[in-house]
């Protein structure tokens, strides 16, 4: 029922900026989330933030203090913000949905996938 599609993926400069935004549909619970995760080629799928219910925001430490989570009013998008990308920074990026209870930067705590937009970091 709940449906998730992500936009915004393409090639970028290094340096330059990357805003990607998730469209969710569909019903939600009380316990529902989402979350940002990315998977380069030949890497496994790893998350990148996480929004909780309560409490701070949950940010890959591999990637802590260079992506912002964030989401509209509606809390119907949910976007990840980037500056000062690097090559490091190409994957396909991710939107997944679910009602996890714990690890929220852990695929499996999921049950929901956008289709993944490709990103694209090189010069």
């Known amino acids: 029922q709940v449906h998730l599609e992500e936009s915004g993926g393409g090639s970028r400069p290094p340096g330059g900026s990357l805003r990607l935004s998730c469209v969710r549909s569909g019903p939600t619970t009380g316990r529902s989330r989402m979350a940002w995760f990315r998977q380069a080629p030949g890497k496994e799928r790893e998350g990148v933030a996480a929004?909780?219910?309560?409490?701070?925001?949950k940010y890959s430490h591999s990637v802590k203090g260079r992506f912002t989570i964030s989401q509209d009013n509606t809390k119907k998008t949910l976007f990840l913000q980037r500056d000062s990308l690097k090559p490091e920074d190409t994957a396909t990026y991710y939107c997944a949905g679910g009602s996890p209870t714990s690890k929220l930067l852990w695929p499996t705590s999921y049950r929901v996938w956008g289709q993944g937009t490709p990103v694209t970091v090189s010069s």
């Open positions: 929004l909780p219910g309560t409490g701070p925001t």
